[in-house]
Structures are given as C-alpha cells and as structure tokens.
C-alpha cells in the first residue's frame, strides 16, 4: 500500500532542504554558466538537483530532473509514476536577485500531474497538493507529519475580493501572440488587470484565486509547470491547451511543452 502523505511530507522536505542550499548560493558571489540552449546555470540549481535526488530516491521511484541525466523515451514510455523535478525554477530571476524564483517537484502518473509542491526559498512560502491545495506562509523547517503540516496551512483558493479580471504575464518571457491574447482579453472583460511574475508563481497565484488566468505561448519544458499544474488543478483550475481545451500531458517523446493556459 502506497503511503502518499509519506510521499508528499518527503518532497516538502527535499523543497526546503533544497531551497536551503539556493539561498546559500544566492547569498553569495556566484558565477552564472550558460547551458547550450543559452539559458542560465548557477551552482544553485546543480546543490538542489543534488539535495533534492538524495530525498527522493528513497522512494524508488524513477526522477526526471531537469539538472539531471534524462532517460531515452524508450524507458521513460514505460514509467507509470515518476517524479517531475525543476530544482531551481526561474534562474533568470535568480540571477536578477529579484526572489522570484521557485522548487517544483511533481508526481506524474500515467501522464497526469497528481501530487505537486512548490517552495519559495526567499519568503518561505509552501504551495502543495494531493486532490486537495494548500499554501503556507512561512516554512523553514522539516515537516514532521501530515497533521503539523495540515494545522499551519490555508486551503486554495483563498477568499478574494476583487472585482478586476487578472492576466498573468512572465517577468522575463513575452511574446506578440500573448500581447495579442490580452488584448483580446481587454474586450471581454470590462476591468482588466495584468501582473507580471517570474517562474511558477504564476501558477501559484491562479490556485490562490488572486488571478484569473495566464496564457503562455512561448516554450517551456514539462518540469517548469507540473507542480504548478497539480496545484492549479487541486484548487479547482485547469491547465489546457488554447486550441482544444485539452488538459496538458506529461512524458512526451518531446519533453518541450506547446502553448498553454492556466485558468480559473
């Protein structure tokens, strides 16, 4: 019998202990390499890839990270349950120092985000979920067990009392064709708001309620939304794609995702 609050107390932890070991790095002089698709690399993402394949093999399940070696689709095709693992989501603003960069670790099964977390090492707030979305304000320690957890957390989405519709657009991605989505937005609704937020927050704030929908048609990889995805969901959004309204899948051959939209 598979223990999932076991499961989902050890990748809160392998977050924290991870977000740890980012904001060494990020308290420090750090140097900046870039991978060969251009973007950013520090030691951070590498010591919470490390930190965070130490916790998680512990439950023998197979990981897909993305500072890790990626297994051939001719294994990954196979896996039923695996974790989905972006050590350090949003480099760029980790390099800009503006803490907004986040800790995603999900659980896909049979292609289907279902457990997610992620951790914010700057404020030390945790999203969760397991069918059920939890955000907690500060968290800087291991959690010992599901009812501590539980008795520090607030269930998604919280209360709001806005009356503007909020678009989501990212601090460091922004393409003609979402220009073009937010306008058309602008015609629909008659108070629009848009936010700008790097890495998964945006997801965060969608689960939260604060924020009604963010578009993406850029490209991203499956680890940079899965967690959020899970949260999203267990909140009561979704993550489609703009064309069918389909739910976004996970452990493709391509691991690069299309464009998609997180709403309420």
């Not at 890790?68 to 800009?96: C, H, I, M």
């Not at 999900?106 to 985000?113: H, K, M, V, W, Y």
């Amino acid at each position: 019998m598979i223990n999932r609050e076991a499961w989902l107390i050890q990748i809160i932890n392998a977050s924290i202990t991870a977000g740890k070991e980012i904001l060494t790095v990020y308290n420090s002089d750090f140097s900046v390499e870039n991978k060969e698709d251009n973007s950013p690399l520090t030691k951070a993402d590498k010591r919470a890839h490390l930190a965070i394949l130490a916790e998680l093999k512990k439950t023998g399940l197979p990981i897909l990270s993305e500072e890790g070696r990626q297994a051939d689709y001719s294994t990954r095709q196979n896996w039923k349950q695996f974790w989905l693992v972006d050590p350090l989501d949003g480099t760029k603003e980790f390099v800009k120092r503006n803490g907004e960069f986040t800790v995603n670790i999900a659980l896909i099964e049979n292609g289907t985000p279902t457990m997610g977390v992620i951790y914010v090492p700057v404020t030390k707030v945790l999203y969760f979920a397991d069918k059920i979305a939890y955000k907690i304000e500060q968290v800087d320690d291991p959690i010992p067990s599901i009812n501590n957890l539980l008795g520090k957390a607030e269930q998604l989405p919280l209360k709001q009392t806005r009356t503007s519709f909020v678009i989501l657009g990212s601090r460091s991605h922004m393409s003609a064709k979402t220009e073009m989505f937010i306008a058309e937005q602008k015609t629909l609704h008659k108070n629009v708001q848009l936010l700008f937020k790097g890495s998964s927050l945006k997801l965060c704030m969608v689960a939260e309620g604060c924020a009604d929908i963010y578009p993406r048609f850029g490209p991203t990889m499956e680890w940079d939304i899965a967690a959020g995805h899970a949260i999203v969901k267990a909140s009561g959004g979704e993550v489609v794609h703009p064309e069918t309204n389909r739910e976004v899948k996970y452990n493709k051959e391509n691991l690069l995702n299309s464009s998609f939209l997180v709403r309420r």
